[in-house]
């Protein structure tokens, strides 16, 4: 079992709607909690960054982390056709003196339709 | 520059070749990250440099990979004896800082690297 389960999708939804990602995991060590997009061909981009639990808002996008039920999630509201992408989970403990040794996950894709 | 530039983008290596791929962090980041990611999965963690030491190599999955920094800006990660199964994109990533919302990494578009 991946220390990390994420839906490899895809997931298509209809412009305007709102979008649903989520991930699981299993290490309790996990503090930081991240949320990348990647579109193809390029490298992952950050857009959203949680230390512990809680939640946190930027624009259309909000992610939460559940650490007791270890589950984050990321929504997306207003979803338009340019956030069709990969969107990957990927999480961290304080390893090597740094947050960023991250674990992902396998990433889901989403396709926004007009 | 702009961002983190890798070179090649794509790399065609025979099986048994060594390669060499480059990365070039943003200016004045400390902290260089090398990840490997397959088809359909997410990146893999391989390396991590803080400047021109080496912290953490715990993900490299054979002894014929070698990665280094020596003066603390550029990084070359080295295949040495590829095989099919180190075919993947290869991505960089550079942060300004060690911790902290400052650690943002900031990936590179990576290197595809296939193995005949």
């Known amino acids: 079992q991946k220390e990390v389960e994420q839906d490899p999708g895809p997931l298509s939804v209809p412009e305007g709607a709102i979008v649903s990602l989520n991930c699981t995991y299993s290490n309790s060590a996990f503090q930081y909690f991240m949320w990348y997009r990647q579109y193809s061909r390029k490298g992952p981009e950050l857009l959203m960054y949680t230390y512990s639990s809680g939640n946190k808002e930027d624009g259309r996008f909000t992610a939460q982390v559940d650490k007791s039920s270890k589950y984050i999630s990321l929504f997306i509201r207003d979803s338009q056709p340019s956030d069709s992408a990969t969107y990957l989970c990927a999480m961290s403990a304080i390893d090597s003196g740094t947050a960023s040794k991250l674990t992902f996950g396998t990433g889901t894709r989403l396709q926004v339709t007009l | 520059g702009a961002g983190v530039s890798q070179s090649p983008r794509y790399k065609v290596a025979k099986r048994g070749q060594d390669v060499a791929l480059r990365c070039d962090p943003i200016?004045?980041?400390?902290?260089l990250f090398w990840y490997q990611q397959a088809l359909g999965q997410g990146p893999e963690f391989l390396t991590y440099?803080?400047?021109?030491?080496?912290?953490?190599k715990s993900g490299l999955p054979s002894d014929r990979f070698f990665a280094e920094r020596p003066e603390g800006s550029v990084s070359t990660l080295k295949i040495q004896r590829t095989q099919q199964e180190d075919s993947a994109v290869y991505l960089c990533?550079?942060?300004?800082?060690?911790?902290?919302?400052?650690?943002?990494?900031?990936f590179g578009s990576g290197t595809q690297l296939s193995v005949l």
């Open positions: 200016s004045g980041h400390v902290s």
């Open positions: 990533a550079s942060s300004l800082a060690r911790m902290g919302e400052d650690e943002k990494l900031f």
């Open positions: 440099f803080q400047n021109e030491a080496q912290l953490d």
